[in-house]
């Protein structure tokens, strides 16, 4: 009967055109990924989402939700039996660790942030060589222009995009006509990690400002939210105002690839059911758009 149940939630959940939060962290639906991943979309977890816990235990998550690829944090605690944190100054026993754990649990990390770089090449190129060891192609920052000539060099050399991020304002790159002015005269690169969520609350239009962007854009912190403005918070993808559906097919017209992190900032200690939600309907909205 539990194996009847199960299988007859999953249906449900696969053929409703968005789920609504029923979903149980216990019962992760079944979702096929098949066509973001055509598309070179990467869908993984910030692990930033379940900071609360560690690192090991945010790859648990992810895994158990059917997500593939994470995005690390500088900080978060590797896992409950091993001191340090996630980041350049790990130990190479503490890097081995986080490997087998990311193979074992069949997650890749496709970025890193957000995280302080800076125009000091030795300090800079210590998180790159870092970033390098994981496979990671992104690193998502906050770092101002005099870095630039610097962290320009670092990327063509590692083959390693860097991310400028924008938290809401009046942080430094709210406004995407800041990034597109930082960017300008540079390579490939640099870019932008387009935070959804954080244009929302700045009193942006997601879409308008994907469109500014367009072709500058190397990672995404992807999130829904419950209204615009301060005060609002993560929902999920699809149950919000961000209107999901046109950033995705924002995306498919700019023809983007690269991470796309669930950065789910609510509900912290139980956000992984509605993190799971936020999978199930990205790849239901994808697999449409994508047709």
Avoid at 71 to 96: H, N
Wanted: hydrophobic letters at 40%; charged letters at 25%; glycine letters at 8%.
């Amino acid at each position: 009967m539990r194996l009847l149940l199960t299988l007859g939630l999953l249906v449900t959940l696969i053929s409703s055109p968005l789920v609504t939060p029923n979903l149980t962290a216990q019962e992760p639906a079944k979702v096929d990924s098949s066509a973001a991943e055509k598309a070179g979309w990467k869908l993984g977890t910030q692990t930033y989402t379940f900071n609360r816990f560690t690192f090991f235990e945010a790859i648990d998550k992810a895994a158990s939700v059917g997500l593939k690829y994470a995005e690390a944090y500088p900080g978060q605690k590797i896992s409950k039996d091993m001191e340090g944190s996630m980041g350049p100054d790990m130990t190479a026993d503490q890097i081995k660790a986080a490997k087998d754990k990311l193979q074992s649990a069949g997650v890749k990390l496709t970025a890193f942030g957000v995280v302080g770089l800076s125009k000091d090449e030795a300090a800079s190129r210590k998180t790159f060589e870092w970033c390098k060891t994981f496979g990671i192609e992104v690193i998502n920052t906050e770092v101002h222009e005099d870095a630039f000539d610097v962290l320009e060099k670092l990327a063509a050399e590692y083959k390693i995009k860097v991310g400028l991020h924008n938290h809401p304002n009046p942080s430094y790159y709210w406004n995407p006509d800041k990034v597109l002015s930082a960017c300008e005269g540079r390579s490939k690169w640099i870019g932008a990690c387009a935070d959804t969520g954080h244009w929302l609350r700045s009193g942006l239009n997601p879409v308008e400002c994907l469109k500014k962007l367009e072709g500058r854009i190397v990672s995404f912190h992807f999130k829904d939210l419950n209204k615009s403005g301060q005060g609002a918070h993560d929902v999920p993808w699809g149950t919000g105002v961000a209107d999901v559906p046109a950033i995705i097919a924002e995306m498919k017209r700019q023809k983007f690839a690269g991470p796309i992190s669930v950065e789910y900032e609510h509900n912290w200690l139980e956000s992984l059911p509605e993190v799971g939600q936020c999978v199930v309907n990205f790849h239901k909205i994808a697999a449409e758009t994508l047709k």
